[in-house]
């Protein structure tokens, strides 16, 4: 069975910083990405590492954040850095077992930025 458990959430101030973490069980995912949905906003790619295109980020992170993660542990990071309030949303761990394939979606984690 197929589980993806999100934590790291929660509230930083401008600036600040805060490392989210997924954890995946029940099969091994060649693609894994971090999406995030603001207030009133649509769903969007933050971040994604896969063994075709390394990485790749939503222009609005980069240079701030930073895609990771562990194999052995089956673990998916997120650092977030220099943190702005429009960062502000629910972040969903997505992974598939190859690019292409079905998504399987984690349950999200609230992040706030705000003073």
């Known amino acids: 069975q197929v589980q993806l458990v999100e934590s790291g959430g929660g509230l930083v101030p401008p600036g600040g910083s805060l490392k989210l973490s997924c954890e995946a069980s029940?099969?091994?995912?060649?693609?894994m990405a971090w999406y995030r949905q603001g207030p009133g906003k649509e769903r969007e790619l933050v971040a994604l590492i896969n063994s075709i295109d390394g990485t790749i980020y939503a222009d609005s992170v980069k240079g701030r954040f930073i895609i990771s993660r562990d194999n052995g542990k089956r673990t998916l990071y997120l650092q977030m850095n220099m943190m702005k309030p429009e960062d502000t949303a629910v972040y969903y761990c997505?992974?598939?077992?190859?690019?292409?394939?079905?998504?399987?979606w984690g349950q999200g984690t609230q992040v706030t930025v705000s003073s």
């Open positions: 029940g099969i091994v995912f060649n693609e």
């Open positions: 997505n992974c598939r077992r190859r690019p292409g394939d079905p998504a399987y």
